[in-house]
């Protein structure tokens, strides 16, 4: 078993806005002819890497968001520049979808 992080690759769809500039839209109705929802962007597939880790968190409870923001981000921007090198991250939203 190694022990460095393991890897693996994924092809994932990118949003690409309209050319024109105009407010990317798709419509909520399918076209009954085609099945497809009518929108002015596209998407474009890219592979992507992906990495995995083990680093456990001192945050445990998940439970309030304000903590999660206060303990758990800070904790997580920093494991994230560690692992990445990067010099900045912007984490967006920790919630899940019902």
Request: proline share 8%; charged share 20%; glycine share 6%.
């Amino acid at each position: 078993m190694s022990s460095g992080p393991a890897t693996t690759t994924a092809q994932l769809f990118y949003f690409v806005a309209p050319a024109d500039g105009a407010r990317p839209y798709q419509h909520t109705n399918a076209d009954p002819l085609t099945g497809q929802r009518p929108r002015n962007y596209s998407s474009a597939e890219h592979e992507t890497g992906f990495q995995y880790f083990y680093a456990p968190s001192n945050h445990k409870s998940f439970e309030n968001d304000e903590e999660i923001e206060r303990e758990y981000y800070p904790e997580s921007i920093e494991l994230i520049k560690k692992l990445t090198g990067a010099s900045r991250v912007q984490l967006f939203d920790h919630s899940e979808s019902p």
